[in-house]
Nanobody, 124 residues
């Protein structure tokens, strides 16, 4: 089992910055990657960013590319999402997730463990 705990959400002004954290515990050695998804109000959950535990690759949704940065600290078993220049349309509940699989980076069905989510609200 893997436990994921997100933190860092809150209210931020458009154009500001915010950093989300996700602390992983348990059998993290089985994880191949860590990712962030989000669910805007009234919409389906969508992929935001992913990073391999080795740091060899990262992937971003087109909507956040160039504004958000995903990183990880393997010593702390923690993944971060640095959100720069957020927009009101980035308002959502952000979820941290992980899997031992190597397929379906952007497919929520490929992930095995999810955090409880953290609310991010971007004001205009």
């Amino acid at each position: 089992q893997v436990r994921l705990v997100e933190s860092g959400g809150g209210l931020v002004q458009a154009g500001g910055s915010l950093r989300l954290s996700c602390a992983a515990s348990g059998r993290t050695f089985r994880s191949s990657r860590m990712s962030w998804f989000r669910q805007p109000p009234g919409k389906d959950r969508e992929f935001v960013a992913a990073i391999s535990w080795s740091g060899g690759y990262a992937d971003y949704a087109d909507s956040v590319k160039g504004r958000f940065t995903i990183s990880r600290d393997t010593a702390k078993n923690t993944v971060y999402l640095q959100m720069n220049s957020p927009k009101p349309e980035d308002t959502a509940v952000y979820y941290c997730t992980t899997t031992g699989k190597y397929w379906g980076i952007r497919d929520s069905d490929s992930y095995d463990y999810w955090g409880q989510g953290t609310q991010v609200t971007v004001s205009s």
